[in-house]
RNA sequence: GUGCCUAUGGUGUAAUGGUUAGCACUAGAGCUUGUGGAGCUUUCAGUUCGGGUUCGAAUCCCGAUAGGCACCCCA
């Protein structure tokens, strides 16, 4: 005897049965719709893309050890996209000369990544990518705000449920290069510490600023225990960091304009990576049992610049389908189940079901969605089975309709009964 | 990758180291001969896997696997 075989989903990722499928594809349905509103266009690639191309940007740390990466029957390293906005930057880069811009672009991939499973957090899932290319003023930024915004209203939530949160790499990097005049190691670590502010203890925070910063650690606290952004803009030196500073309160107020006034400049908020050039952003859920970033995102004018183009101007930010669920679920907006077919019909005896299935197409043509019951069961079954289904119409096929070419549609819900033919 | 917690039919659960691992739901079969949602009868199905301790293990120990939590990382 072979050993029977684990029905388990591989580490990491997940089965989507009918009832997830119905939920996943009402979050797709979201994201493609208001993308479409906003005059993008869908593009996909292949899942998987040369190593390089992620090596060139992340380094070889984050693809050895946080991607599925392997050597295909040619040598060539393969990697399956951990991420998209890699390959949207190559796909550009690849028809730069003969593309419209600005170019509007939406996606929805599935993405790897090789990292601990846990909560919010799995192997493969799905993202919405929304990129704007050719775009140097912040209006780019204004409007993919306003995108996201607009998604997350139509997962449920109220503008009091959740929070936009800005910040600026170029305004962190000015206050941690030029003001402080830390070199490129320490302002990493710098970097890191103030990301991780949230979670650790003030104090614990403090001492360990205070060991990178030394004498200059009160300070750069002071700026960034600022109560708002009129109130670092007063704090700062220099010209080009106060201009840094206004690209946040422009951003601000031109979605304050829109009528989107839960956005806050939090300096805190860093995102991950390198290639961001200017504002970074995410959205984030107020509920606790839920404080994830729902979107995230910024400006990354350099990235088409590894492929040996000159620069092009980019805004984009991803929103993953597992944070979507999860709200949904919090909120209580996720969609209800649906019956799979309009119209059921029941077969008598099997010697009917030829009958049947013309009876099935008719109503098809007719934009029905229509299923016949081929189980050769008895006539209660049958209905019972179409009623736990949550069909909402029946029709019954025996000898007598096949004879004169007459059927009754039966309405579950009232039982009433309406003669066709 | 590291540490901690958890693991019983498809689902949810019960079982002082000692009966044949119990219950509910679901699923299958049957009972009322062409109109359902009910009821009754009945069947299938489980201790995640591999070792160990013990006269005896769902229960204790070790390892693996999976999930959760924290770290790491966050695209």
Known sequence: MAKKLSTDAYKGVRDFFPADMAIENKIFDIWRSVSEKYGYEEYNASVLEPADLYRAKSGEEIVNEQTYTFTDRGDREVTLRPEMTPTV?????????????PLRWFSIPNLFRYEQPQRGRVREHWQLNVDIFGVESL????????MAYDITRAYGLKDTDFEI??????????ILRDMFGLDAEISRKVSKLVDKKDKLPADVFNSEIEKLLSVKAAEFLALLNSKNLTDLSAKISGKSGVNNAS????IIDGLA???IKNVRFDPTLMRGFDYY????????????????SVFGGGRYDDLLALFGNEKVPAVGFGAGDVIARDLMETYGTL???????DIAICVVEEKNTLFALEVASELRDEGNRVSVDLSGKKLGDQISKANKRGVAKVICIG??????GQYRVKDMKTGAEEEIG
């Open 139 to 146: 209006a780019a930024e204004i409007e993919v705000i306003n």
């Open 165 to 174: 949160r800005l910040n600026s790499r170029k305004l962190m990097n000015y």
């Open 277 to 292: 050039t200017g504002i970074v952003f995410e959205v984030f859920d107020l509920n606790p049992a839920n404080r994830r």
């Open 247 to 250: 690209e946040i309160q422009t």
């Open 257 to 259: 304009n829109l009528g």
């Open 89 to 101: 930057a190559r796909m550009v880069a690849a028809r730069k000369r003969e593309l419209i811009f």
């Open 399 to 404: 000898d007598e309709e096949v004879k004169t």
């Open 335 to 341: 969609p209800p189940a649906l019956a799979s077919a």
